[in-house]
């Protein structure tokens, strides 16, 4: 089946995140939310890096970042991952829980210390935005983070283009992604991956049921049915998290 999205993210902007149309959207999100209603709008991605992003990554590795190490991380790590980032999602309890999950995290270290690095979860999409099962050809990428004295370096993209290679190793060629559409700093990333975006959706959460929410599909980008079907759970209530 085709798997491909053609819309650019460069034509997104159905819910603009700079200027006159985001003060507005801005205005009616904070006024629904002093009524009791949250509204978080977010693009759902697909990332397909082309040969020469990775044989860019490859060249690169041997000279910009010849003083980095990159290797997947063991529960030796992750009460490192919990001291870089101070809450309960990336607490050592949560990404234990991750690993014994069958979730992967690839690090990033500069003389043996962690300075980035990303989760990948090979079996499921399970954000609280949206969730779906994935196929044999595709990973969920997540929870992305550098340090704050490391960022400017180009390291999340390159931890990013060495994601890539390791889960092609695996037989991953196929990988989505999340990103809230107010995150400037996550949806420039985006564009520098020339990611597609398939479907923009909200999150609603009622403030006087504090374990409800449910997502909404506002608009998909050339999204084929048979994806759609998968996605379908996404109009379903969910638990809070």
Same mark, same amino acid.
């Given at each position: 089946?085709?798997?491909?999205?053609?819309?650019?993210?460069?034509?997104?902007?159905?819910?603009?995140?700079?200027?006159?149309?985001?003060?507005?959207?801005?205005?009616?999100?904070?006024?629904?939310?002093?009524?009791?209603?949250?509204?978080?709008?977010?693009?759902?991605?697909?990332?397909?890096?082309?040969?020469?992003?990775?044989?860019?990554?490859?060249?690169?590795?041997?000279?910009?970042?010849?003083?980095?190490?990159?290797?997947?991380?063991?529960?030796?790590?992750?009460?490192?991952?919990?001291?870089?980032?101070?809450?309960?999602?990336?607490?050592?309890?949560?990404?234990?829980? +991750? $690993?014994?999950?069958?979730?992967?995290? &690839? =690090?990033?270290?500069?003389?043996?210390? *962690?300075?980035?690095? %990303?989760?990948?979860?090979?079996?499921?999409?399970?954000?609280?935005?949206?969730?779906?099962?994935?196929?044999?050809?595709?990973?969920?990428?997540?929870?992305?983070?550098?340090?704050?004295?490391?960022?400017?370096?180009?390291?999340?993209?390159?931890?990013?283009? +060495? $994601?890539?290679?390791?889960?092609?190793? &695996? =037989?991953?060629?196929?990988?989505?992604? *999340?990103?809230?559409? %107010?995150?400037?700093?996550?949806?420039?990333?985006?564009?520098?991956?020339?990611?597609?975006?398939?479907?923009?959706?909200?999150?609603?959460?009622?403030?006087?049921?504090?374990?409800?929410?449910?997502?909404?599909?506002?608009?998909?980008?050339?999204?084929?049915?048979?994806?759609?079907?998968?996605?379908?759970? &996404?109009?379903?209530?969910?638990?809070?998290?």
């Amino acid at each position: 089946m085709n798997h491909e999205f053609t819309t650019p993210l460069t034509s997104l902007p159905v819910l603009p995140s700079k200027g006159r149309g985001a003060r507005w959207w801005k205005i009616l999100i904070g006024t629904m939310r002093r009524l009791g209603l949250q509204f978080k709008p977010f693009y759902l991605f697909l990332e397909t890096p082309t040969k020469d992003h990775l044989e860019a990554s490859w060249a690169r590795q041997d000279t910009d970042f010849a003083e980095y190490e990159v290797a997947f991380l063991g529960e030796e790590d992750m009460a490192a991952i919990a001291a870089m980032r101070r809450n309960p999602w990336s607490s050592e309890e949560a990404s234990l829980k +991750r $690993l014994a999950e069958g979730e992967m995290c &690839l =690090g990033l270290k500069h003389k043996g210390v *962690i300075v980035a690095y %990303s989760w990948c979860d090979l079996n499921k999409c399970d954000s609280v935005y949206i969730r779906f099962l994935l196929r044999d050809d595709e990973a969920y990428l997540r929870d992305a983070y550098t340090i704050p004295a490391f960022r400017g370096r180009g390291l999340a993209p390159y931890i990013r283009y +060495r $994601l890539y290679q390791e889960m092609r190793q &695996l =037989g991953r060629t196929k990988f989505y992604s *999340i990103s809230v559409w %107010s995150n400037d700093a996550a949806l420039n990333f985006k564009r520098k991956l020339d990611a597609r975006p398939i479907l923009l959706g909200t999150r609603i959460k009622v403030a006087k049921k504090q374990n409800w929410s449910a997502s909404i599909r506002l608009r998909d980008y050339g999204c084929p049915p048979f994806f759609r079907d998968r996605i379908r759970r &996404l109009n379903m209530a969910r638990p809070t998290t």
